[in-house]
């Protein structure tokens, strides 16, 4: 896996829309987004760092602040760039709550990356690499501090612009390239780390 194969790598499966507690669809606009979008608002989520426990809830609460501010959306950006918009200082507040509680752990567990050669024993064989390419992926973001990670994930795995990015997060685009380029050399550092320590070979 390199920073060239990211894009083809699928995601994990979304679960099932968790439906309870989001506003009645029963406005066309809202649904039509809900439904065109969630899938991918799911998967930067969990990319962003949310652990598999939190994703819905946290996916819920994007949604729940997409339909109180859909009537003030005026078509200016891309509903996907407004929406990470939103998705991002969820994330954000999300992290500082769990920074300050007692007992806080990251979202990611790393230990999982010791599971991933009893994953390359199951079949079909192209199915476990598709699962540990994933694995890999995931463990490697969590290693990244959630500045870097943003752009990273916007840039490489969702083909935002830079300006797109800039607008995301709040900075100015200069600020964007230099972080993703920052993010960029630790992801290859962090990758050949990995081949060269968990799996014992080379990139």
């Known amino acids: 896996m390199s920073l060239v194969s990211l894009r083809g790598v699928a995601p994990a ?21 809900y439904e065109e979008n969630f899938q991918f608002v799911w998967r930067a989520a969990r990319r962003l760092g949310i652990g598999s426990g939190d994703t819905d809830d ?38 500082r709550t769990r920074e300050r509680k007692p007992g806080h752990r990251p979202a990611h567990s790393l230990d999982a990356l010791d ?7 199951r079949g079909p064989a ?8 994933v694995r890999i992926l995931d ?22 612009s830079s300006v797109e990015i800039a607008e995301v997060i709040g900075a100015n685009v200069n600020t964007v390239y230099s972080r993703l380029r920052a993010a960029r050399q630790e992801f290859e550092r962090a990758l050949r780390r990995f081949h060269t320590h968990e799996l014992g070979g080379t990139p």
């Open 13 to 33: 499966a979304a679960s099932p829309r968790p439906d309870k507690g989001l506003p009645c669809p029963t406005d066309p606009g809202f649904e039509a987004v």
């Open 58 to 95: 946290v996916v819920q609460e994007v949604f729940v602040v997409a339909h109180r501010r859909l009537p003030e959306f005026q078509g200016r950006a891309q509903v996907k760039t407004w929406l990470f918009k939103i998705l991002v200082r969820v994330v954000r507040h999300y992290f």
């Open 115 to 121: 599971t991933l050669r009893d994953q390359q024993t």
């Open 126 to 133: 192209e199915e476990a690499e598709r699962k540990d390419a």
């Open 139 to 160: 463990n490697l973001l969590a290693r990244m501090d959630s500045d870097k990670r943003e752009v990273f994930v916007l840039a490489e795995i969702e083909e935002l």
